[in-house]
C-alpha cells in the first residue's frame, strides 16, 4: 500500500521549510560585511590546520595547535581519576557536523539508535553532561555541532562532585567560553540527502568590553535519510492461525531546526564572576514508511504505511556565581531552569485511509539548583563539599481514535498523565596528592530520590536512597607521569525515566482491535510506576603510557555487580481498555547482574610506535581501540544472557595524514561490532548482524583563515541504528526480522574565521 505522494497536501504532517536558501543568504551577507582578509591575516588558522603561508604567521598557528594537543593530554594525565580528554585539535580533524559522529570513533564508546553507549551497555546507564550539569530534557548530541565544543571528556568511573547515575561512565561536553577579544567563525556545509542537498550553518560570535565577555553560538541543520526495509514475519495473523509475510518498505526521516547557546560573563572584581549560559532549540520533524506487502501463508497481520509529524523546543537558562575568597578557598553556586516541549501526529494508512490517529504533547520542566566549596589545604590537598538539588516534572496528553474518529481508549483519552522526580544530593570529596607518586581520591555523595507518577489510576509514590562510596589511586612510575596504574571502587545508579513511570497504555499499531488478542511480538506497551533505580558497585583499573607526540597506549579493566535490573517482561493480561487478553510489555525491575570488560586504547605517530614500517612517515598518525565485554542475567538461562544491548565486542582504526608537499590532510576511520544473540526473556531471543562502519576526510586550507573539508561515511546512520539485521526470535519458533539498510553519506564544509 502507498502513501500519498510528496506532492501531495498530506505529504507532511507538519510543514518543514528548509533552512538551505536562508543559510546561503546568510553567508552571503556575512562575506559581504566582513573585514578583508588581507586585514584578518594574522589570526590564527582555523584549527591550526593551515602551513600555507611564510614569514611569522605559519609559526604562530603550528604553536597554537601544539598548546592546544598537549592541553589535552596534560589534562589527561593530571587528572585523579581515570577520563580520556579531545580538545579541539580532535573536534577539528574530521569535519563532523553532528557530535555524534565524533562520538562513535572514540574508544569504549558506542551510537546505536541515535545516542551514546559506554562499554556496550544500553541507554540511560551512561550519564550525558553539558558543562558538568546534566543535559536537558529531550536533548540529542546529533543536534550539536563541535564546533560549539571546547573539550569532551570521557569519564570511566563516577565521582563525588557529578552524579552518580553513571554505571557505564559518564560524557562530559565542555561548550566554548567566552573570548576576551572579538572574534566570529563560520562553517557552512552541504551534505548529501534523500534526493537533495542538505544545508548546515554554525557561526559563532564573541565579543569583549570592559568587564563583560558575550558568546554567541548559531546553529542551523537539517536532515533528510531514507532507509530501505524488509520486515519477515512467522505469526499469529488475523484468524488467530500461523502465518508467514513479507513486508517491503522504505521509511523517510527529515527535518530541520536550530540552536541558540548565547552565554555572558561579568567579572565583578579580581576574586569575583558571575555568568550566565543559556540554550534554545527548536525543531522541526517529519517520518514516514511505505510498504509493499507480500503473503506467504495464511492471514497475516502487516504494519501499516504510517505519517508522522511534528515538532520541538528545549529551553535552559544557567547562572553562575564564583568567588574566590583567597588562591585556598573558591565557592561556586549555580542555579537553573529547564523547559522541553513536544508536539506530535502519528497517522496509520491502508490504502491510503486513516485507521488510527494519535495527537498529543509532552511537557518536561526542571528547576535545578547546585553550590560546592573547595578549600585548599597545604600544597597538595583540596578538599571540596557541595549539594546538587533538582526538581523534574513531566506531562503527557494525548488522543487515540480510529477510522471512524472514535477514541481507542476512552478511559485515557485526553487525561493528562504526570510523573515527578526530587533528586536531593549531597557530597564531600578529597584529592590527595600523598607523594609525587601517589595521588589519592575519595568522596562520598548519597542522592536521594523522589518519584511520583499522577494517572488515571491511583497516584504511586517511591523513595530511594543511594549513598555512593568512592575512590580512586594513581599511582605514576616516574616523575614525568608517562607511566601510571589507576584503580577505582565506586558505587552507582540508574534511575528511571519519567516516561517509564507513567502507567499510560500504548496500543500496538498492527493490532488496534482490542476485541482480538495480540502476540508476544507485537505487545502493546505499558509503563510502571513501582520502577526503583538500578544500583551498581563497580571496579576498574587501568594502566596507561603516555609516548612521545601526544601517544598513549593503555588498557583497562573494569567489573560491574548490578541489582534490581530493569528489562521490559512481556505478559498475557486481562487489561480494562480492551474485551480479549492481551499481551503487555512493561518494565520491571527483574534481576541481578554481573558485567566485565577490557578495554584497550593505542594511539600515536605512527614513526613512533611501528618505526620498523613507518620511521619515513612523520606526518602519519594512528588510532586503534578494541573493547571485549562479558555480561550475565541471574534470572536467565545461558547461554547469551547478557545485558539488553551489550555485544561481545567492539574495535575502531583509524589514521590522519598530512601529505607532504601539499597543503591537504586525509583521514579514515573503520568500526566494527560482530554479531551476537541477547536472551531477552526466557522464551524471546534477539539476534543482531554483523555491523561496520567507515569514514573518510580530506581537508585542504584555502589561506590563513579559510579552510575547505570533504568527508563520507557508510554503514552509519545519524538517526537510527547502523545498517544490517536484527532477529526477534520466540520459543515456539515465532519471529520477526527487521533489515535496515541506508546509503553512504558525503558532507562538504567551508570554515572561515571572519
Not at 51 to 63: F, H, Y
Not at 92 to 114: A, K, S
Not at 345 to 354: I, K, P, V
Request: with cysteine; net charge positive; glycine share 8%.
Amino acid at each position: 500500500m502507498k502513501c500519498p505522494s510528496k506532492n501531495s497536501p498530506r505529504h507532511r504532517a507538519f510543514p518543514i521549510r528548509t533552512p538551505l536558501q536562508l543559510s546561503a543568504t546568510y553567508l552571503a551577507v556575512l562575506c559581504w560585511t566582513s573585514a578583508p582578509l588581507s586585514t584578518l591575516a594574522q589570526d590564527a588558522a582555523i584549527g591550526g590546520q593551515s602551513e600555507t603561508t611564510s614569514g611569522a604567521q605559519p609559526s604562530v598557528v603550528q604553536r597554537v595547535e601544539i598548546v592546544a594537543r598537549q592541553g589535552s593530554t596534560e589534562l589527561r594525565r593530571a587528572a585523579s581519576v581515570a577520563k580520556q580528554i579531545y580538545g579541539r585539535d580532535d573536534l577539528d580533524r574530521y569535519g563532523d557536523t553532528n557530535t555524534l559522529d565524533f562520538l562513535r570513533r572514540l574508544p569504549g564508546v558506542n551510537v546505536d539508535t541515535g545516542g551514546p553507549r559506554m562499554r556496550g551497555l544500553g541507554a540511560g546507564y551512561t550519564q550525558i553532561l553539558i558543562n558538568g550539569d546534566p543535559a536537558p530534557q529531550g536533548f540529542n548530541l546529533d543536534q550539536l555541532s563541535p564546533s560549539q565544543i571546547e573539550r569532551i571528556e570521557v569519564i570511566k568511573a563516577a565521582t563525588a562532585d557529578q552524579s552518580s547515575q553513571a554505571i557505564a561512565g559518564t560524557i562530559n561536553v565542555i561548550l566554548k567560553e567566552t573570548s576576551r577579544r572579538s572574534l566570529s567563525t563560520l562553517r557552512v556545509g552541504l551534505a548529501s540527502g534523500g534526493d537533495r542537498p542538505l544545508g548546515n550553518l554554525n557561526y559563532s560570535l564573541s565579543e569583549s568590553t570592559g568587564p563583560f565577555n558575550l558568546s554567541l553560538p548559531v546553529s542551523l541543520f537539517e536532515w533528510d535519510r531514507q532507509v530501505r526495509n524488509t520486515i519477515d514475519r512467522k505469526m499469529a495473523g488475523s484468524d488467530g492461525l500461523s502465518s508467514v509475510s513479507q513486508q517491503l518498505g522504505t521509511s523517510r526521516s527529515d527535518g530541520w531546526g536550530y540552536n541558540l547557546a548565547p552565554r555572558l560573563n561579568y567579572k565583578i572584581s579580581d576574586e569575583q564572576t558571575l555568568s550566565l549560559a543559556t540554550f534554545f532549540q527548536k525543531g522541526y520533524w517529519n517520518y514516514r514508511t511505505d510498504y509493499v506487502n507480500r503473503a506467504v501463508s495464511g492471514l497475516p497481520v502487516f504494519d501499516d504505511d504510517t505519517l508522522q509529524g511534528g515538532f520541538w523546543e528545549n529551553r535552559r537558562g544557567n547562572i553562575t556565581w564564583i568567588n574566590r575568597f583567597s588562591e585556598d578557598q573558591r565557592i561556586e553556586i549555580k542555579a537553573g531552569v529547564q523547559q522541553f516541549r513536544s508536539g506530535f501526529d502519528f497517522r496509520n494508512l491502508r490504502a491510503g485511509a486513516m485507521q488510527l490517529q494519535t495527537r498529543g504533547n509532552n511537557l518536561d520542566d526542571a528547576v535545578t539548583q547546585a553550590g560546592k566549596y573547595s578549600q585548599l589545604l597545604g600544597t597538595a590537598h583540596t578538599l571540596t563539599a557541595g549539594w546538587d538539588l533538582e526538581n523534574r516534572n513531566r506531562r503527557e496528553q494525548r488522543t487515540t481514535t480510529d477510522s471512524m474518529g472514535q477514541a481507542l481508549l476512552p478511559s485515557f483519552e485526553g487525561q493528562p498523565f504526570e510523573a515527578q522526580m526530587r533528586r536531593q544530593a549531597y557530597y564531600i570529596q578529597d584529592e590527595w596528592d600523598l607523594s609525587p607518586q601517589w595521588q589519592l581520591y575519595i568522596g562520598l555523595r548519597n542522592e536521594r530520590i523522589a518519584s511520583e507518577s499522577t494517572n488515571a489510576s491511583t497516584p504511586v509514590s517511591n523513595v530511594s536512597s543511594v549513598l555512593s562510596p568512592l575512590a580512586h589511586v594513581t599511582y605514576k612510575f616516574d616523575p614525568k607521569s608517562r607511566d601510571m596504574v589507576r584503580a577505582s571502587l565506586t558505587r552507582s545508579y540508574k534511575a528511571p525515566g519519567l516516561n517509564a513511570l507513567l502507567a499510560r497504555p500504548v496500543i500496538n499499531g498492527a493490532y488496534t482491535n482490542t476485541n482480538l488478542t495480540n502476540t508476544y511480538l507485537a505487545p502493546d506497551r505499558l509503563g510502571n510506576p513501582a520502577l526503583t533505580p538500578e544500583l551498581a558497585t563497580g571496579l576498574d583499573i587501568a594502566y596507561e603510557n603516555y609516548l612521545t607526540n601526544d601517544g598513549i597506549f593503555s588498557v583497562g579493566l573494569f567489573h560491574r555487580n548490578l541489582n534490581n535490573v530493569v528489562r521490559n517482561l512481556t505478559e498475557l493480561r486481562q487489561v480494562s481498555w480492551a474485551n480479549a487478553p492481551r499481551w503487555i510489555s512493561q518494565p520491571q525491575n527483574f534481576s541481578d547482574a554481573v558485567t566485565s570488560g577490557v578495554e584497550f586504547e593505542l594511539r600515536g605517530r605512527a614513526a613512533d610506535l611501528l618505526p620498523q614500517l613507518f620511521s619515513n612517515v612523520k606526518a602519519l598518525n594512528i588510532r586503534s581501540s578494541l573493547s571485549v565485554y562479558r555480561s550475565r542475567i541471574a534470572a536467565l538461562p545461558g547461554p547469551d544472557n547478557r545485558l539488553d544491548g551489550q555485544q561481545p565486542w567492539s574495535a575502531n582504526l583509524g589514521f590522519d595524514q598530512r601529505i607532504s608537499g601539499l597543503p591537504l590532510s586525509v583521514g579514515g576511520n573503520l568500526s566494527l561490532t560482530p554479531g551476537y544473540d541477547t536472551r531477552q526473556t526466557s522464551e524471546l531471543l534477539l539476534r543482531r548482524t554483523i555491523s561496520r562502519g567507515i569514514d573518510v576526510f580530506a581537508m585542504m586550507p584555502l589561506s590563513p583563515t579559510m579552510s575547505f573539508r570533504a568527508a563520507a561515511s557508510a554503514g552509519v546512520q545519524q538517526f537510527g541504528p547502523p545498517n544490517g539485521s536484527t532477529l526477534n526470535l520466540l520459543s515456539n519458533g515465532d519471529y520477526t526480522r527487521n533489515e535496515r539498510y541506508a546509503k553512504p553519506q558525503l558532507n562538504l564544509s567551508l570554515d572561515m574565521r571572519l
